[in-house]
C-alpha cells in the first residue's frame, strides 16, 4: 500500500475513538509478511485506538512473537498466548520467529509513540516525539496534527513542528515539500540545516525546483546560524578569560609584589577546590535540605584554606629565599609536589566530582545554537566581583596602600614605617586565597583532582607578563585577550596547536615588548 494511501486512511479514521478488538487477522498481518504489508498493518490499526495493540508492539520489539497457521502469538518463557485475545494456547511445534529488520523496528516504535502523545506526563510525551521522529514520514502527519492541535507545551510543540517537516520531506507531493523546506527555513535551528543537508545529499532529492527551495532554504539557515556560532566563539572566549583571570590574579599580586616565582600556584587553586568538595559533602550529610547554597560557604572556605596555606609557606619558606629566584623556583616546584601527594593521600588519586547547585544547572538558550551554562555566566559574575574586590581593597584601603608602596619602592617604604615583611605575608596570603577562589570556581565546571593547578600554571604566568608585572588592568587585558585569541585559533587549527600558536605569540610580543601592555611605575621601574 503507497504512502499518500496510509495517510489517507489515517486520516479518515483518526477521528474514530470507539473502542477496536484485535483479531486474529490483524495480529497475524502486522507480524507477518513483507515489510511494506507489514507496515500498513500497522499503520491502520494505529488509527484505530485498538487497547490490546500496545502489549502486543511491545512483544513485538522484545522478539517475544512466533507466528503459525496464519496466528500470532505471544511467547513467555514456557507459556503461550495467542496476540489477539490475549488467551494462554498451545504454541505449533511449526511455530516461527519474527524477525524485525531496523525499518520495521523504527515503525514499531513510532507506533508506540503515538499512543504515548497524548499522555499527561510531559517527559513520556517527549520520549514519544523523539521516537515517532527516527520513524517520521508522509503516513504519520495525521498523528503528528493530532497531537500538534493538543500539545500546549511550547518546547514539545516546536519539537513536534520539527517532526511534522521531517515527515513533509518525504511526500509524494512537490508542494508538500517546499512547505517542509520553509518550515525548515523559518526555524533556522541546526537540526533543520541537517535535515535539509540530508535531504540534498546523495540524490535524495530529484525533482529540480524542491531541490532550489531546499538549498535557498539551506543558505538562508547557515547565514542565520553563523551569527550564533560567532557569538559562541565570543562567548567561550570571555569564558574561558573569566578562568584566566581568576587563576592569575593572585599571581600578579604575589609575583608583582615580591617577585616570588611561585610553582605552587596552581597547587593553592587546588586546595580551593577540593575546600569546595569537602563543604559540598558537609551540606549533604548534615544539611541537604540547603544543598543548593553550599556555593555560599564554599566561596570563603576555599579562600580561607587557600590562604592559610599561603601564610605557611610565606613564612615557612619563601620570606628566605627573597632576591634567589632559582631557588625558589625550585623551592616552589618541591612545594608542589608535596601538596600534590599531601591530596593523593587524604583524597585519593582519583578525581572527585563536585556538583552543581540546582540554580547553576542548565542554560540560557539566546539562539537556536546558542545555549549559555549557567555555571560559566555565573564564573564570569564571580570573575568580575573578585576583580572589583581586590581593586578597591588596593585603591581604597590600607593594606593597599601599603601593597602599592612596597611594589613602587621597597626600601623607601621601609623607610617611612611599613612593615615591609608583615606587608608580604598578608599580599602573599591575599594571592593565595583569590588562587583557591579559582579553584572554587574550576570545581564548578570539571572534575576536582590532584592535577588540576597544573593546567593552569603557565597560563597564569603567561597572563601576568603579558599584562605587565604587578598590573591588575594589565592582567585584566592579557587574561581576555589571551581567552579570545586562544578559542579563535582553536575554531581554525585544534587545541593542540592553538595552545603553541598562543605560547609562540606570548613570546614574541614579550620580545617586543619586555615591560608587558602596562609598564609597573616607581624610582625602583625607573631605576
Not at 178 to 198: D, N, V
Not at 293 to 307: G, K
Request: charged content about 15%; some cysteine.
Amino acid at each position: 500500500m503507497t504512502r499518500w494511501l496510509s495517510a489517507a486512511l489515517m486520516a479518515a479514521l483518526l477521528g474514530c475513538q470507539s473502542a477496536h478488538a484485535l483479531t486474529p487477522d490483524e495480529a497475524y498481518a502486522v507480524a507477518a509478511g513483507d515489510n511494506d504489508a507489514r507496515i500498513a498493518a500497522l499503520q491502520l490499526l494505529v488509527v484505530k485506538n485498538d487497547p490490546g495493540l500496545p502489549a502486543f508492539l511491545e512483544a513485538l520489539a522484545a522478539d517475544s512473537v512466533k507466528v503459525a497457521g496464519n496466528r500470532a502469538y505471544i511467547v513467555e518463557g514456557d507459556t503461550a498466548r495467542e496476540a489477539a485475545s490475549g488467551q494462554p494456547a498451545k504454541l505449533p511445534d511449526d511455530a516461527e520467529d519474527v524477525v524485525n529488520n531496523n525499518r520495521m523496528s523504527s515503525e514499531i516504535e513510532a507506533a508506540l509513540a503515538a499512543g504515548k502523545l497524548s499522555s499527561t506526563d510531559p517527559a513520556e510525551r517527549a520520549s514519544a516525539i523523539e521516537a515517532l521522529s527516527n520513524a517520521a514520514d508522509e503516513s504519520k502527519l495525521a498523528v503528528i496534527d493530532k497531537a500538534l492541535a493538543s500539545e500546549q507545551d511550547a518546547r514539545l510543540k516546536a519539537q513536534l513542528e520539527m517532526v511534522r517537516a521531517k515527515a513533509l520531506l518525504t511526500a509524494t507531493d512537490a508542494a508538500r515539500r517546499i512547505e517542509a523546506a520553509r518550515a525548515l527555513g523559518e526555524r533556522a535551528s541546526p537540526e533543520a540545516r541537517a535535515l535539509l543537508m540530508e535531504r540534498l545529499a546523495d540524490g535524495g532529492e530529484t525533482d529540480a525546483a524542491v531541490r532550489g527551495a531546499l538549498q535557498a532554504e539551506l543558505d538562508a539557515i547557515n547565514r542565520k546560524l553563523a551569527w550564533g556560532e560567532y557569538a559562541g566563539v565570543l562567548f567561550t572566549g570571555v569564558s574561558l578569560g573569566s578562568i584566566l583571570l581568576l587563576a592569575a590574579l593572585g599571581l600578579a599580586i604575589t609575583y608583582g609584589l615580591m617577585g616570588v616565582i611561585n610553582m605552587a600556584h596552581g597547587e593553592l587553586m587546588m586546595i580551593g577546590a577540593y575546600a569546595t568538595f569537602v563543604i559540598q559533602n558537609l551540606f549533604r550529610q548534615h544539611l541537604p535540605q540547603f544543598f543548593d547554597w553550599y556555593i555560599l560557604l564554599a566561596v570563603p572556605a576555599s579562600f580561607l584554606a587557600a590562604a592559610a596555606v599561603g601564610a605557611v609557606l610565606e613564612r615557612g619558606v619563601f620570606r628566605f629565599l627573597y632576591g634567589r629566584p632559582l631557588e625558589t623556583l625550585l623551592a616552589s616546584w618541591g612545594i608542589s609536589l608535596i601538596l600534590m601527594q599531601a591530596v593523593r593521600s587524604v583524597f585519593g588519586a582519583q578525581n572527585v566530582q563536585v556538583e552543581n547547585p540546582n540554580w547553576m544547572s542548565g542554560g540560557f538558550e539566546v539562539l537556536s545554537n546558542l545555549t549559555l551554562p549557567y555555571n560559566r555566566l555565573a564564573i564570569i559574575a564571580f570573575a568580575g566581583l573578585v576583580l572589583l574586590g581586590i581593586t578597591l581593597l588596593i585603591a581604597k584601603t590600607r593594606l593597599g596602600l601599603f601593597v602599592r608602596s612596597v611594589t613602587q619602592n621597597r626600601p623607601m617604604a621601609s623607610c617611612v614605617g611599613v612593615n615591609t615583611a608583615k606587608v608580604d605575608t598578608m599580599a602573599f596570603s591575599l594571592g593565595a586565597g583569590i588562587a583557591g577562589l579559582a579553584g572554587c570556581a574550576l570545581s564548578q565546571i570539571g572534575n576536582v583532582g590532584p592535577d588540576l593547578g597544573q593546567n593552569y600554571i603557565v597560563d597564569s604566568f603567561m597572563v601576568v607578563v603579558t599584562g605587565g608585572v604587578g598590573q591588575l588592568a594589565g592582567t585584566v587585558y592579557a587574561a581576555m585577550g589571551l581567552g579570545m585569541v586562544n578559542k579563535l585559533l582553536e575554531g581554525w587549527s585544534g587545541a593542540v596547536l592553538a595552545k603553541i600558536m598562543v605560547l609562540v605569540i606570548v613570546v614574541i610580543f614579550i620580545q617586543k615588548r619586555p615591560q608587558g601592555l602596562f609598564a609597573m611605575k616607581g624610582r625602583s621601574a625607573e631605576a
